[in-house]
């Protein structure tokens, strides 16, 4: 279904219509996959912990224990720190759901932003010009405009028919043809 994403435009006489004039409409279709779930894996190699001296009230004891965690992701710099326990081991743990929190959020932005930019392409500015396809019911045809291919028998098309199979085959052709053709030009 992903050629299917696109401006698609129909050109049709309607019964209302009294003196047989075509209207052409248009549809935009947006295919985007399922969104998964974010499976976020910290890698302990990607940490630098430090630990310190906690700052502000609590008595000697905060001159006197290093019980405030300051945990560094390497690969992103994203910081978080923790010194609300007395304990070392209870700020650690905080600090990690912070960090956790803090780079699930990253991912989620990242996966969200994707899914726009896909659907943005898809989409375009919805005019008519940027057509991926006419469905021509009074001539009985459908072109496909990415690949300059045009398919009779509108009504068999429309049914999933063989015409459907020809045309995803020729889409996927188009599709590698490209692709081949963009790596090739990142070489050069």
């Known amino acids: 279904m992903k050629f299917e994403g696109g401006v698609h435009r129909v050109q049709r006489v309607p019964r209302t219509e009294k003196q047989g004039r075509t209207h052409t409409s ?13 499976n976020l ?37 994203i910081v978080s720190e923790c010194q609300q326990e007395r304990s070392q081991l ?23 932003s994707k899914q726009y930019n896909a659907r943005k392409i898809q989409i375009g500015t919805k005019g008519r010009s940027e057509k991926i396809r006419t469905y021509n019911f009074p001539q009985n045809w459908v072109t496909d405009h990415r690949i300059n291919k045009s398919f009779h028998d509108l009504e068999t098309f429309m049914q999933g028919e063989y015409l459907l199979d020809e045309l995803v085959q020729s889409l996927k052709d188009c599709a590698n043809y490209e692709s081949l053709v963009e790596i090739i030009s990142k070489k050069v």
């Open 26 to 38: 248009t549809v935009t279709v947006t295919i985007l996959p399922q969104p998964t779930e974010i």
């Open 41 to 77: 894996v910290i890698n302990p190699k990607d940490l630098r912990i430090d630990t310190k001296r906690a700052s502000g009230a609590g008595g000697q004891h905060v001159n006197t224990t290093d019980s405030a965690v300051w945990i560094v992701h390497l690969p992103t710099g």
């Open 90 to 112: 209870k700020n650690k743990e905080m600090a990690m759901k912070k960090l956790r929190a803090k780079l699930y959020s990253l991912q989620l932005e990242e996966e969200t």
